[in-house]
């Protein structure tokens, strides 16, 4: 079993900051890509960054220059940290794992239960 804990959510004001993280854990063989979406009350489930293993990572034009993601490997943790933060930020965000449990299968996505982001004054 694999899973993805998420930390870092909560309230805060526009132009604030704030810093996501999942770790991802259980029977993991190898990870390709892990990243962070987000769905608003309404809206459907959107790409917020992605960064797949030894490459570059990939924004949603809404938040590059502002949001920046990144990995540390040897955790198995991608972080997000979100500043210049907009009411139009809110949502919950949710971590994405691309990952093998064994090198028999094929790579899957797995994903975290969602922690709750508020922008607002």
């Known amino acids: 079993q694999v899973q993805l804990v998420e930390s870092g959510g909560g309230l805060v004001q526009p132009g604030g900051s704030l810093r996501l993280s999942c770790a991802a854990s259980?029977?993991?063989?190898?990870?390709?890509?892990m990243g962070w979406y987000r769905q608003a009350p309404g809206k459907q489930r959107e790409l917020v960054a992605r960064?797949?293993?030894?490459?570059?990572?990939d924004y949603a034009d809404s938040v590059k220059g502002r949001f920046t993601i990144s990995r540390d490997y040897a955790k198995n943790t991608v972080y997000l940290q979100m500043n210049s933060l907009k009411p139009e930020d809110t949502a919950v965000y949710y971590c994405?794992?691309?990952?093998?449990?064994?090198?028999?299968?094929?790579?899957?996505?797995?994903w975290g239960q969602g922690t709750q982001v508020t922008v607002s004054s």
């Open positions: 259980g029977s993991i063989f190898s990870i390709y890509a």
């Open positions: 994405n794992a691309d990952l093998q449990t064994s090198p028999l299968y094929r790579s899957r996505n797995y």
């Open positions: 960064i797949t293993t030894g490459g570059s990572p």
